[in-house]
Structure formats: structure tokens, C-alpha cells
């Protein structure tokens, strides 16, 4: 097996066409490859996961966000905790709704809003735990 020249399964293996420089050279394992192709994130669910970790890019999103984690809240009493306008809440929550990491409830006049579900907030925790963990 020359690690220039194998092909299987419409691979092509040469360390030399990818540019690669193992060190030292070695074959390429063509079956290991084709596996991990197949459990390879597909360029469509990548392209909609880098939107959504970009949208958690935003401080006031992550700050709403860490109130929602302990309480379900109202538009009102996020501006006043976060010292923001109704108006900012108000946009942010929106882009935080199309993405379905929020959902909201009415009660009379008054909008309650949450997070979307249980992902929503293991994934909130998890990031604040890892941080955490490696120091601010």
C-alpha cells in the first residue's frame, strides 16, 4: 500500500495531492478515513451550527440568556435586572426566538419568556461550568 497512489471508495490517499507532511510518512489508512468521513459533520448542519454558536457570540444575548437559565421572566424585569432597554430585551429576544432558544408565554397583557428546553440550558451550564473550570 503506497501511500501515493491508494484509492478506495472514491478516496484519494496521496499525502503529496493533500500537502500533507506526516512525519514520519505512512500509508494512509483508507478504511480509518472512509469512517471518519462518514461520521463527518455535513457542510449543511455546520454551516447552521456556526450561525447558532455565532449568535451566542453577543454579551446581552449570554446575559439574558443566564437569567432565563433560573427563571422564567417578562420583558420588563430582564431591562431593569440587565440595566437595558425594554427595547433591547425586546430585539434581542426575538433573535434569540429564531433561533428556538427562547419560547415565551402570555398571561393577560404580560409576555413571560423561558428557555426553549432542557438542550437550551445543559448547554448554558456546560459552557459556564467549562469556563469555570479553566479560570476567567
Given amino acids: 500500500m503506497s501511500p501515493t497512489s491508494i484509492t478506495n471508495s ?3 490517499t496521496s499525502t503529496q495531492e493533500k500537502g500533507l507532511k506526516c512525519n514520519p510518512p505512512h ?16 457542510t449543511e448542519k455546520a ?11 453577543d454579551p446581552n444575548r449570554l446575559r439574558i440568556l443566564s437569567l432565563l437559565a433560573e427563571k422564567e421572566l417578562c420583558v420588563c424585569d430582564l431591562a431593569a ?4 432597554s425594554e427595547s433591547a430585551v425586546s430585539h434581542q429576544l426575538r433573535t ?13 397583557r404580560n409576555v413571560f419568556y423561558n428557555l426553549q428546553d432542557s438542550h ?10 467549562h469556563l469555570d473550570e479553566i479560570g476567567e
Fill in 10 to 12: 472514491g478516496l484519494t
Fill in 27 to 42: 500509508p494512509v489508512d483508507v478504511d480509518s478515513v472512509h469512517h471518519l468521513q462518514l461520521k463527518s459533520l455535513n
Fill in 47 to 57: 454551516q447552521r451550527m456556526a450561525e447558532f454558536f455565532s449568535l451566542l457570540g
Fill in 81 to 84: 435586572t440587565l440595566d437595558m
Fill in 96 to 108: 434569540l426566538r429564531t433561533m428556538r432558544l427562547v419560547s415565551y408565554r402570555k398571561q393577560g
Fill in 120 to 129: 437550551v440550558l445543559n448547554l448554558y451550564h456546560s459552557v459556564a461550568e
